[in-house]
């Protein structure tokens, strides 16, 4: 592997680690709101909102694990 490839993937590894960080935070927030919406009326559409984004950032976040992990073996297998 030409040293600049294995710069560039080095980089994206460390970019993906953080994003999967950041997705984690995010989930760990709207599912705590929403257990702390609870049932109350007034709240229930924003409930409902922060339901959708919990469901999309679990699936970018699967998406962004792949990623990380193609990266990994890439950077794996080079020193074989």
């Given at each position: 592997m030409h040293p600049y490839q294995r710069e560039i993937l080095t980089t994206a590894l460390e970019?993906?680690?953080?994003e999967l960080i950041e997705y984690q935070v995010n989930i760990?927030?709207?599912?705590?709101?929403?257990?702390?919406i609870g049932?109350?009326?007034e709240l229930q559409p924003f409930r409902e909102q922060l339901q959708n984004l919990l469901a999309s950032s679990l699936l970018e976040q699967k998406?962004?694990?792949?990623?990380?992990e193609v990266i990994q073996d890439q950077l794996a297998n080079q020193d074989l």
């Amino acid at each position: 592997m030409h040293p600049y490839q294995r710069e560039i993937l080095t980089t994206a590894l460390e970019g993906r680690e953080k994003e999967l960080i950041e997705y984690q935070v995010n989930i760990d927030n709207y599912r705590l709101a929403i257990e702390k919406i609870g049932s109350d009326e007034e709240l229930q559409p924003f409930r409902e909102q922060l339901q959708n984004l919990l469901a999309s950032s679990l699936l970018e976040q699967k998406k962004s694990q792949v990623i990380f992990e193609v990266i990994q073996d890439q950077l794996a297998n080079q020193d074989l």
